[in-house]
């Protein structure tokens, strides 16, 4: 049996001014063939628990591609074409059958459903091959989608800890479903929500109920699989929003009747999907409050995890203003201060204007660089490895790195996008964050995977940037309507 697996991911914020090029796929990292299977075995990724599987069974492992960027603009036709041409030539050569690690929320210059379009290409290819799907909770899920797989599932936590977990339950489904033991069918529901990510939290309500629901559902051995999306509303298009997708064993009805129901939980519960923002002084002042440390910041709205630039410096600029100390601070995007870091060595002080680097026209905003003076305290190549929860063993680059210390605050200025998921952002440049008093973190929720242990206590920092959570400062121009929040009087 010859089995294709492979990787080809990004999660695609149409507002976002970074531009999501082939170089960009090579900074996180790009393999091919043998190198793909060795970069992403015996980790914590979906592909590492289909690779097992297909070891299991003793069958011939395929590898076209692992590729994934950092959340940005929309990927270029050139390098949605080399890694969509990497998968199809495989399956043109001849498999059985194809484990695909996908996103869900991928937009490229030539298709707002790279997914889907990926997926059709493949079935035009081999029309009968049995392919199974894994896509993160925030997948925007399409009709497309789901007519040319043949079983698809999505995370069930966010921060995304339990990928290797679903990609071996719908890996087996699929494998199983060769020998006759299942014989799978779909069913979807698409809810006219535009829920925040902010809001999607697994460990929070309501995904935290519905999430629950889902495993209760999987009981029934004649569920394969039950999955909700949150959806990514920062793609502008047709299909942005929650979605429900259910797996049978041949039970169309079951999956219908059950995707129906767990849609109409998460649209009763629409308005706590909805982000109400605070002053950012009075976050910063609540945080000044706090007397358990280390005190967690985030600041949200400049996520590159959602594809944020990582470059305002909002948020800081306040937490200076107000005189927080011992604050740490990961990370701010900014190469050329980067490299100023580096001309001028370790140890020295120097005045750096830093980040502020993009405009952002999308949400009118200019890019306002932050002239400070402090030392150079580290310089590093900014590789390590995730010891963490989520991405566990994958090594990861932040590019030439280097720490600016204030004196009161440590920032951690990088070359390449990284949001902080995981303390080694901190570590691998000498920083021991459990030590400090104040961490801020350009993040959303995956800084729970790594941070949640020693955090004390978690402030919400409304700043700006292309990661906003009000939905209202947004100019949307494709995304169906009516749909909630943007609409009134919608009904579903």
């Known amino acids: 049996m010859r089995i294709v697996i492979a990787m080809m991911k990004h999660e695609t914020n149409t ?4 531009a999501t090029d082939w ?3 090579k900074d996180w990292g790009v393999y091919f063939g043998e190198d793909a299977q060795n970069a992403y075995e015996n980790t914590g990724m979906p592909m590492a628990a289909y690779i097992d599987l297909a070891k299991e069974i003793g069958a011939e492992i395929i590898t076209p591609l692992a590729a994934e960027a950092m959340p940005s603009g929309p990927v270029t036709g050139e390098a949605y074409a080399i890694m969509s041409d990497a998968i199809c030539h495989a399956v043109a050569d001849g498999c059985d059958a194809a ?4 996103h869900g929320a991928m937009v490229s210059e030539e298709t707002d459903d790279g997914e889907g379009t990926l997926l059709e290409r493949i079935r035009g290819i081999a029309p009968d091959l049995p392919i199974a799907v894994t896509c993160d909770l925030h997948c925007n899920l399409t ?5 040319n797989c043949t079983v698809l599932i999505g995370y069930k936590s966010y921060p995304h800890v339990d990928m290797y977990e679903v990609g071996k339950k719908i890996g087996k489904v699929l494998l199983d479903s060769l020998s006759g033991k299942f014989h799978p069918v779909m069913a979807w529901q698409q809810i006219p929500l535009l829920s925040q990510t902010l809001c999607q939290g697994t460990d929070d309500e309501p995904m935290k109920s519905l999430i629950e629901l889902c495993r209760e559902k999987e009981k029934n051995p004649k569920i394969l699989a039950a999955t909700i999306f949150g959806g990514f509303a920062l793609a502008d298009i047709k299909d942005s929003g929650t979605s429900v997708i259910i797996v049978t064993d041949g039970d169309k009805q079951l999956a219908e009747k059950t995707s129906r129901e767990i849609s109409w939980l998460a649209w009763e519960a629409r308005e706590k999907f909805i982000y109400r923002p605070k002053p950012l002084k009075e976050a910063i002042q609540d945080a000044k409050a706090q007397t358990n440390f280390p005190v967690l910041l985030l600041d949200h709205e400049d996520n590159c995890g959602s594809g944020g630039t990582q470059d305002v410096m909002m948020v800081i600029k306040e937490v200076i203003d107000q005189g927080l100390e011992d604050v740490a601070v990961a990370a701010v995007y900014d190469p050329l201060a980067v490299q100023e870091m580096i001309k001028a060595g370790v140890g020295k002080e120097i005045t750096l204007a830093i980040g502020g680097r993009f405009d952002m026209p999308s949400v009118m905003l200019k890019g306002k660089p932050l002239t400070l003076t402090g030392t150079v305290r580290t310089v590093t190549d900014g590789r390590w490895t995730v010891h963490g929860p989520m991405y566990t063993g994958v090594e990861v680059s932040m590019g030439p790195t280097a720490v600016f210390d204030t004196g009161k605050v440590q920032i951690v200025v990088v070359s390449f996008h990284h949001e902080p998921w995981d303390t080694g952002v901190f570590t691998s440049v000498g920083i021991q964050p459990e030590h400090k008093k104040f961490l801020l973190l350009k ?8 941070f949640a242990p020693i955090g004390k206590a978690t402030i919400h920092c409304d700043g700006e940037g292309v990661t906003t959570s009000d939905n209202n400062l947004l100019h949307y121009k494709k995304v169906r309507k009516p749909i909630y929040p943007l609409d009134k009087g919608v009904n579903f």
């Open 15 to 18: 507002f976002s001014p970074i």
């Open 23 to 25: 170089q960009r796929y």
């Open 99 to 102: 484990l695909l690690d996908l």
């Open 143 to 147: 009709q497309k989608m789901v007519d």
């Open 443 to 450: 993040t959303r929720i995956h800084f729970r995977a790594g």
